[in-house]
């Protein structure tokens, strides 16, 4: 079981998009894990990962989260990780681990971080932060590394 719950804390790679290729048995556990996850478990997914994460050394200054917090953030994970697992996607997953292993638990909480991170990322808030990248880019770089790789630029719209 200790190596299963190490699996699901893998799973923090969840924000890393070249999952591997998943078997029919991990599909479908990924999209009951989906299916199941309310968008309150979605959040509280997020949460554990950025909380997680804020503890490197290299973002930890920019973060203030206290050890209670964290304790709470990592309570609410692991019983959404037993809920899911356990109770609302029992069958999908004793298939997948049985069939294709541990990965299979990695691997479909990726899927589910994936499809938690695009509601976080539709907020406005968010999408305008993101959007502030592009401020500080050098747009000519960018239009002579695609002329190189062979794709033409972007047609500009015209001003009425």
């Known amino acids: 079981m200790r190596r299963l719950l190490m699996s699901f ?3 923090a790679a969840v924000l890393a998009p070249g999952l591997a290729h998943a078997g029919i048995y991990t599909d479908e556990m990924s ?3 989906v299916r199941s996850a309310t968008p ?3 959040t509280d997914l997020v949460n554990w990962v950025f909380a997680a994460m804020s503890s490197h050394p290299s973002v930890k200054g ?3 989260i206290t ?3 964290r304790t709470e953030i ?3 994970a692991s019983g959404l990780m037993e809920r899911l697992l356990i109770t609302s996607c029992r069958k999908e997953t004793v298939e997948a681990l049985k069939y294709e292993g541990a990965s299979a638990i990695e691997q479909s909480f990726g899927v589910l971080g994936q499809v938690a991170m695009r509601g976080l990322m ?3 808030a968010v999408a305008e932060n993101f959007t502030k990248l592009g401020e500080y880019v050098d747009e000519s770089k960018f239009e002579a590394l695609g002329k190189e790789a062979g794709i033409a630029p972007a ?3 015209e001003a009425k």
């Open 40 to 42: 309150q478990d979605q």
């Open 62 to 64: 920019y973060v203030s």
């Open 155 to 157: 047609k500009k719209p």
């Open 67 to 69: 050890e209670a917090q």
């Open 122 to 124: 539709g907020d406005p």
């Open 74 to 76: 990592a309570r609410k």
């Open 31 to 33: 999209k009951c894990l």
């Open 9 to 11: 804390a893998a799973a």
